[in-house]
C-alpha cells in the first residue's frame, strides 16, 4: 500500500549516511511500492550540483549499496526520477532557501506531508529548524526527523532539542535511533509481553544478569573527524545500547501507543543508578585498539588510523555495568558492551536466568540463557535441557525457540526502512522522545566527566579481541563472565 503523497528533504544529502542507508532505503520502500509516483525525495547540501550531477551520485550509491538482486535497472530509473537537489548552506539564512521553498511550492496541497531529515552536524539543527520555520516551508503535515548524535553531553543536546524545538512541536520531532528500527529489537516487546510464561519470570527473582552486546569488525571506516570527537560511550552506548535497555526492562506499557511506550521507557532510563565520577572503575571499563587481525587480515591501531596519527584518548570500546534501581531489577547486572575491531559483527541481548537446586541431576543446573540475537541472522534461542533418550536420567540440551520468523522465507527491512516511513505516516512510536534522550544523556554525562579528570587513558586491546583485561574484571568481581570472549 502506497503511503500519502510526499517530499522528503534529505539534509546532508551528499554525506555517507544518506548514500549509504538513507537513499537505499528510500529505494527499497520504493521498489515495494510503498512510495507513490508523485512523492519527491529532495537532497540539499552545500555542493553545487544540478538535480542530474545528483542523481548521478544517488546512482552510483545505490549501485554500490544495493544487493545486485535488488537493482532493476527500470525500478532504479523511475526512483531516480523522484530525486531533486538544491544546493544550500543550512546556517545560513539567506543562502538558497528560495529555492527550496519555490521547489516545495510547485507541488503543493494540503495533504502533502513533508519531511524534513536532518542528517548534517547537529551544530546546525536549530538553524536548520529555524530557516525552515521562517521561510515558510512547514505545512500542517511536517516533521522533522533528527539524526544522531543529538548533542555530545546534556548540555549541549538541551541546546539542540531547545533550538529545534523553538519551530518544531514535540509530536513532529522524530529522533532517531536505527537500533528501535532492527526486527530483533522490536521483538523484544513481542517476546516479553506476548508469552505470559516469560512475562512472569522477567524480573529479580529469576533473572541473574542481562548483557547487551553491539561489537563491529570495522575500524574508523574514514570517520576520523566525527569519530574522535565522540568514542564508543557517544556513539553507541547513550542511544542504541540504552535504547535496547530500555525495551529489554520496561515496565508492560498500557498500549502500543507513541507516549504509552516511550513513557515506560524513559521511566527506566531515569531509574538507572547513577554513576560516581570519581569512582568509574567499578562500573565502567573503556579500550582503545592496537594493532592486530580482524578475518585475518593484520590491521594498524586506532592511533594510526587517525589523521597524522595524533595522539588520541577516545575509546574505542566501552564495558559497563548499569544497575536500575526499581522493584523490578534491584541488584540485578546489565552489562552493557560496544567496541570497533572486535573478532565479530555482533549484536545481541542475553538474559541469563538463575541456576537451579542442586541434587537430582547432580550439580546445581545451570540457569537457561534466552539469547536474542539482532544482528547477523535475527533468532531468539533459549535452551532446554530433556531427558536423554534410553535408561537413566542423562539429559540433552535442545533449542526450544527457533529463528525470528521463517528466514530463509522473510528479507528483514534494513533499519532505515521501516522507520524513514514511519516518519512519513506520522507514527513516531520507535522515535526517542525529547525527555528520553536528555535521560541517557544525564546518566552517561558523569561517564564522560570522570573520564575527563582521569589521569590515565583507555586501557590498549589487541584489534581482533574482545577488548581490554579490564572489561573481563568487570564482571569477573561479581562472579559473571561475557558470553562470548575469547
Ligand atoms: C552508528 C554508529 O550509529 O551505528 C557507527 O555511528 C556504527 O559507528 C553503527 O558503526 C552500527 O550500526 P549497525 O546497524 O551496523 O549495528
Do not use: C
Amino acid at each position: 500500500e502506497p503511503v500519502d503523497s510526499f517530499d522528503y528533504v534529505i539534509f546532508g544529502a551528499t554525506g555517507d549516511l544518506t548514500m549509504r542507508k538513507l537513499l537505499p532505503a528510500l529505494y527499497r520502500r520504493f521498489a515495494e511500492g510503498q512510495v507513490p509516483a508523485d512523492a519527491r525525495i529532495v537532497g540539499t547540501a552545500r555542493s553545487p550540483l544540478d538535480d542530474e550531477a545528483y542523481r548521478e551520485r544517488a546512482r552510483v550509491a545505490l549501485r554500490q549499496h544495493l544487493r545486485p538482486d535488488e537493482i532493476i535497472d527500470a525500478t532504479l530509473n523511475r526512483f531516480l526520477r523522484l530525486v531533486h537537489y538544491v544546493s544550500l548552506n543550512g546556517a545560513d539564512s539567506a543562502g538558497n532557501w528560495d529555492g527550496l521553498k519555490a521547489l516545495l511550492a510547485s507541488n503543493a496541497s494540503d495533504e502533502r506531508i513533508r519531511v524534513f531529515y536532518l542528517a548534517t552536524s547537529p551544530d546546525l539543527y536549530g538553524d536548520i529548524a529555524r530557516n525552515v520555520a521562517e521561510k515558510g516551508l512547514r505545512s500542517d503535515r511536517s516533521r522533522i526527523v533528527l539524526e544522531k548524535p543529538i548533542g555530545t553531553d546534556l548540555e549541549t543536546a538541551r541546546k539542540v532539542n531547545d533550538g529545534v524545538g523553538k519551530h518544531f512541536p514535540e509530536n513532529s520531532i522524530y529522533r532517531i535511533d536505527h537500533y528501535l528500527g532492527k526486527e530483533a529489537v522490536q521483538n523484544i516487546i513481542a517476546l516479553r509481553f506476548a508469552n505470559p510464561m516469560l512475562e512472569r519470570m522477567w524480573d529479580r527473582e529469576s533473572i541473574e544478569y542481562v548483557q547487551i552486546t553491539a561489537a563491529e569488525t570495522v575500524g574508523l571506516e574514514g570517520r576520523g573527524g566525527y569519530y574522535d570527537g565522540s568514542g564508543a560511550l557517544r556513539d553507541m552506548i547513550q542511544n542504541h545500547l540504552l535504547q535496547v535497555l530500555t525495551v529489554v526492562a520496561m515496565e508492560r506499557p498500557s498500549s502500543l501507543d507513541a507516549d504509552a511506550l516511550r513513557d515506560e521507557k524513559v521511566r527506566v532510563l531515569k531509574s538507572l543508578k547513577p554513576l560516581d565520577p570519581r569512582n568509574l572503575g567499578e562500573n565502567v571499563a573503556r579500550g582503545q585498539y592496537v594493532q592486530g587481525n580482524t578475518g585475518g587480515k593484520p590491521v594498524p591501531a586506532y592511533r594510526e588510523e587517525l589523521p597524522g596519527e595524533a595522539p588520541s584518548n577516545t575509546e574505542t570500546f566501552v564495558a559497563l555495568k548499569a544497575e536500575i534501581d526499581n522493584a523490578r531489577w534491584r541488584g540485578v547486572p546489565f552489562y552493557l558492551r560496544s567496541g570497533k575491531r572486535m573478532p565479530e559483527k555482533l549484536t545481541e541481548v542475553v538474559v541469563q536466568f538463575r541456576a537451579g537446586e542442586p541434587g537430582l541431576f547432580g550439580e546445581a543446573r545451570p540457569g537457561s540463557r534466552l539469547v536474542i540475537r539482532v544482528q547477523p541472522n535475527e533468532s531468539v534461542t533459549l535452551p532446554l535441557f530433556v531427558k536423554h533418550p534410553g535408561n537413566g536420567f542423562g539429559l540433552d540440551e535442545v533449542d526450544a525457540l527457533s529463528p525470528l520468523g521463517q528466514p530463509e522465507r522473510i528479507r528483514y527491512r534494513d533499519s532505515y526502512e521501516g522507520l524513514m516511513l514511519d516518519a512519513v505516516k506520522g507514527s513516531p512510536a520507535l522515535f526517542v522522545r525529547k525527555d528520553e534522550t536528555e535521560a541517557a544523556w544525564e546518566w552517561v554525562t558523569p561517564i564522560l566527566e570522570g573520564w575527563r579528570n582521569a589521569a590515565d587513558g583507555p586501557d590498549a586491546y589487541e584489534a581482533g579481541t574482545w577488548g581490554p583485561e579490564s572489561a573481563r574484571e568487570l564482571l569477573r568481581r561479581s562472579g559473571h563472565r561475557w558470553v562470548e570472549d575469547v
